[in-house]
């Protein structure tokens, strides 16, 4: 019964800012691991960033001082901030969730960067 839904993908131009959000139902939320991964067509799915349940964060070089990742645990919902976004950007973005040893994963959002 545990689903992860992402929202929030969509066009946007280089230069240009996103925020990803992902709502996690069930109970387990406080407790998890919460990341955001991402999959170009052709290539493999890649950390993008991470974020433990006591908010240390992860992010891939590519990335860092570039997107921010976040929780609120009331809402349970997780974010991507995404800043002065760049073409390679352009990927599906999923939402991982990590608890006593097992993955959970959501259906994945667009995000294009294109001008």
């Known amino acids: 019964q545990v689903q992860l839904v992402e929202s929030g993908g969509g066009l946007v131009q280089p230069g240009g800012s996103l925020r990803l959000s992902c709502a996690a139902s069930?109970?387990?939320?406080?407790?998890?691991?919460m990341g955001w991964y991402r999959q170009a067509p052709g290539k493999q799915r890649e950390l993008v960033a991470t974020?433990?349940?006591?908010?240390?964060?992860n992010y891939a070089d590519s990335v860092k001082g570039r997107f921010t990742i976040s929780r609120d645990n009331a809402k349970k919902t997780v974010y991507l901030q995404m800043n002065n976004v760049v073409p390679e950007d352009t990927a599906v973005y999923y939402c991982?969730?990590?608890?006593?040893?097992?993955?959970?994963w959501g259906q994945g959002t667009q995000v294009t960067v294109s001008s």
């Open positions: 991982n969730a990590y608890r006593w040893a097992h993955n959970y």
């Open positions: 069930g109970s387990f939320f406080r407790t998890s691991a």
């Open positions: 974020i433990s349940s006591d908010l240390i964060t």
